[in-house]
């Protein structure tokens, strides 16, 4: 039986599909001042690619979430697949008012300084896609090495979606760096 988990963070640099859980991880963000650098390009890139999603008939997070190349479209059409199947107790959509919101403390909170991350000495599983082009991969490698104890995960030509395209991978690294 695995030790109990006394203290720990994970941090994915991804938008989680469940807006009630999207709104703990970006309060939880904005409390810890984490990301900076890019920020300011999230609120462009998220209106232009829900543009996109509407003029092609397709989810925005295909585009906002996974990256252009062949690998990525089809780690896009299985996560989105993979949001139909839950038929009961599904989210809500988010409201635009919600919405505009998110983006406004998410470009205000890029503004701030970085937070000093020397003083959490407990183990932080950092995960991202190597190639996010809503928060810039650069910020979980800078988190990373500001971070005494953490571990870096970036998976490969995945972008913000990284942790739903690598689902299998990410909950088994999860699971190993809880128990460890």
């Given at each position: ?21 999207r709104d703990a ?146 909950v088994k690294k ?7």
């Open positions: 039986m695995a030790a109990p988990i006394k203290a720990f963070e994970v941090h994915a640099y991804a938008m989680l599909s469940s807006p009630t859980l991880y970006y309060r939880a963000c904005r409390y810890q001042r984490l990301i900076n650098e890019g920020t300011d390009k999230v609120t462009s890139v998220t209106i232009r690619d829900i543009v996109k999603g509407g003029l092609t008939f397709r989810h925005p997070e295909y585009y906002l979430f996974f990256t252009e190349t062949p690998n990525g479209r089809n780690a896009a059409r299985e996560f989105l697949g993979r949001l139909k199947e839950r038929t009961e107790n599904r989210d809500k959509p988010v409201s635009i008012g919600a919405f505009r919101a998110q983006l406004k403390a998410i470009h205000a909170w890029g503004r701030q300084r970085p937070a000093d991350l020397s003083r959490i000495h407990h183990p932080v599983l950092v995960a991202n896609g190597e190639r996010d082009k809503m928060v810039p991969s650069s910020n979980s490698v800078d988190m990373a090495r500001r971070l005494p104890n953490a571990e870096l995960v970036l998976y490969e030509d995945a972008g913000h979606g990284g942790v739903f395209q690598y689902h299998e991978a990410f999860a699971l190993e760096f809880f128990e460890a």
